[in-house]
């Protein structure tokens, strides 16, 4: 079983910069890919960027220019890098990982951390 653990949603004025992390633990042998999506309320959730192991990361059009993601590949964990936050990015962002468990690939995710941007 492997468990992802997200952190540092809170309140950020328009225009404002926050950093969210997370990190996975337990049992893991291979990570294909990690990523950060959101949710708000009345939404479906939705991709915000995913890094992939050896790879590219790829954004959402409305995350392209303002959010970084990375990771570091040796502690397993994923971070996204906010700038220039707008209202319109309210919502509950959840990290979620794909594993390559028993020759099956299976998604991880975490329980979610809020993000509310708002004057």
């Known amino acids: 079983q492997v468990q992802l653990v997200e952190s540092g949603g809170g309140l950020v004025q328009p225009g404002g910069s926050l950093r969210l992390s997370c990190a996975a633990s337990g049992s893991i042998v291979s990570i294909i890919s990690m990523g950060w999506y959101r949710q708000a309320p009345g939404q479906q959730r939705e991709l915000v960027a995913v890094?992939?192991?050896?790879?590219?990361?790829n954004y959402a059009d409305s995350a392209k220019g303002r959010f970084t993601i990375s990771r570091d590949n040796a502690k397993n964990t994923v971070d996204l890098q906010m700038n220039n936050l707008k209202p319109e990015d309210t919502a509950v962002y959840y990290c979620s990982a794909e594993l390559v468990e028993r020759a099956k690939r299976v998604n991880y995710w975490g329980k979610g951390t809020l993000l509310t941007v708002s004057s």
């Open positions: 890094i992939i192991t050896g790879g590219n990361a």
